[in-house]
């Protein structure tokens, strides 16, 4: 059984860093690519960053346009964790955020399998 629980969200203000983490069971994690989605209320899915399936060139990433240069998406195999590093947080990053994973996958922002439950990000002005 696949599980993806993340953790790490809260309330911060604008300005603040967090750092959200996704621990996966039930997979072969280094086989897999990982995103990072996010879901605002009455908005549809965005995504965030993603971050390839480990291979002898290393990882690749990818980021949404509005995080670039704020958020840095990285993995640790050994715990079978992505974690998603969030700087220079602004009131419009208020999300529920959603780890993901795609088996074979590279860092693309599409055709994930598997979902987490999410975790509440809030940003205060």
């Known amino acids: 059984q696949v599980q993806l629980v993340e953790s790490g969200g809260g309330l911060v203000q604008a300005g603040g860093s967090l750092r959200l983490s996704c621990v996966a069971s039930g997979i072969s994690f280094s086989r897999y690519g990982m995103g990072w989605f996010r879901q605002a209320p009455g908005k549809e899915r965005d995504f965030v960053a993603a971050i390839s399936m480990s291979n002898m060139s290393g990882n690749r990433t990818n980021y949404g346009d509005s995080v670039k240069g704020r958020f840095t998406v990285s993995r640790d195999n050994a715990k079978d964790t992505v974690y998603l590093q969030m700087n220079t947080l602004k009131p419009e990053d208020t999300a529920d955020y959603y780890c993901?994973?795609?088996?074979?996958?590279?860092?693309?922002?599409?055709?994930?399998?598997?979902w987490g439950q999410g975790t509440q990000v809030t940003v205060s002005s």
């Open positions: 993901a994973a795609k088996f074979l996958g590279g860092a693309d922002s599409g055709g994930y399998a598997y």
